[in-house]
């Protein structure tokens, strides 16, 4: 019975040993193939890790995008400086950059300038898509920080990655004015404006100060417009073009003078704002009252053509912005057609086809201050690496060519832009901080009203020229636009160039 017993205990082992040989293999199958995807199994063993075991467990963060940092013109960071996607644990915290790493945000100031860039696609609007092949950082290069914790979880250790590539990321150095753009953002949203702009640039370089667009921009790519870019109807504001146009076709200063009989009367089918009527009008009075009758009656003396080669030296009807910053910019219009009076006193006012962009509005007061020089608006003025190193340069450009004008015309027009802002259609602006100059202008859409205020400030010795206008308004309301002019003159009042 003994034997039957050992027997049994014998085959009983057997069996056990079989079936622990049989786990023994299968777990070692099973754990090579789990280290086969990535699984280490010293790193179960805690409180006891090994150098190899602690290099196995470096984290990384991307310290920035591959996007650029860009820059306003005092140095400032317009859009988040680090863009980082993870927080590191406190532990991680290192002088030299945890100011740096936040969550993103999506805070950028002048987004309609600066514009967008998806992963994907890279630049699609604004600067992102105009310098696209020039800013963006090849993926490898993006800076990263690996991080990894000790045993105890109280320690950390870090390093970083692409330290080597010190380019990156590259810096767009602007000439936006990140404050000043910023308060007049809110002024703009202070006021309610839902469609226009407001461009103010340097008087000296036509580089863009501020930019402003409305309507403000959604998450939907159909709302990414910038406004100060589009062609729109100007209204009298172009009777400043029309006034240089008759100087050269007719007299240096032109001296015919018309009268205005008021609303109820028609001139070449234009009829003049004023209800009572402006009464004798002369070329400059005429600007300083915006009196259509005075432009209209003169509409036998420029022709269409004529009208629209003195608007092209003066920097319409054309891309104005200095090459390869602007995409999305348009050029604006002035479409001839049977050149009669009719058509020749509608565009004279700046109505029917004509349309110029804020842009090209705002550089047109810098054209008349510099008596016919034109510039081509910049905002970016270099683009340069992490170190400073200049990778690209845009140097300020005037346009070529032909230059309309005598300084002695142009002395008369600024004369007549501050007799505007004095006692004409702009003089609640009158008792500025700093002194205006600039014409009003008011253009019939089908339904609705543009309101524009161009000029610039202060009037002696201008430091700015600006453009403001506010789009598809009811028509016949008081000026929203000089009440919110005024607002934005005040505001440029208090800084120092
Ligand atoms: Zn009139």
Known sequence: MKSVGAEFMRRRMLVVMLIWSFCLFGGTVWMALLMLTGWKPWSMVSGNFNELAERQQWNEVNVTTNGPVFLDRNGYAMNHISRVFEVLPAQCAMPSWTNRVVKETAITVARPVIG??????????????????????????????????????????????????????????????????????????????????????????????????????????????????????????????????MAQQVDRIPKQEVKCTGHGDRINGVRCWSEAGHGQMNGLEALVQSCNAWFAGNAKDVSMIQLKTIARRLGLFQRIGSEGQWSGEQSGDFAIGADDMYERAQSMIGQRNVRMTPLQAANLMVTIWNEGKVATPRVVTAITDARGMVRKQFPVKWLSGIRVGLP?????????????????????????????????????????????????????APKYAFAVVIEDLSPNLSSQVLPLTKEIVTRMSKNKM
């Open 116 to 245: 967008v860039a998806t992963k994907d696609a890279g630049g699609v609007v604004g600067l992102e898509k105009s310098l696209d092949r020039d800013i963006r950082t090849p993926f490898a290069y993006v800076p990263k920080i690996r991080w990894t914790m000790n045993a105890t979880g109280n320690t950390c250790e870090t390093s970083y990655i692409n330290a080597g590539a010190p380019y990156y990321p590259l810096h767009v150095q602007t000439t936006i004015d990140r404050s000043i753009q910023e308060d007049i953002e809110q002024i703009l949203n202070n006021f309610r404006v839902k469609k226009g702009a407001v461009v103010i640039l340097d008087m000296r370089t036509a580089d863009v100060i501020v930019m402003a667009s409305r309507p403000v921009w959604r998450i939907s790519p159909q709302s990414w417009r910038n406004t100060a870019l589009e062609a729109v109807a100007p209204g009298s504001i172009f009777k400043l073009v029309t006034w240089l146009a």
């Open 408 to 460: 002695v015309e142009y002395a008369a027009l600024k004369v007549a832009l501050r007799n505007t802002v004095e006692r004409g259609t702009g003089k609640i602006l009158h008792n500025s901080v700093l002194g205006v100059a600039g014409k009003t202008g008011t253009a019939q859409n089908t339904n609705t009203e543009h309101q524009w205020f161009i000029g610039y400030t202060p009037a002696d």
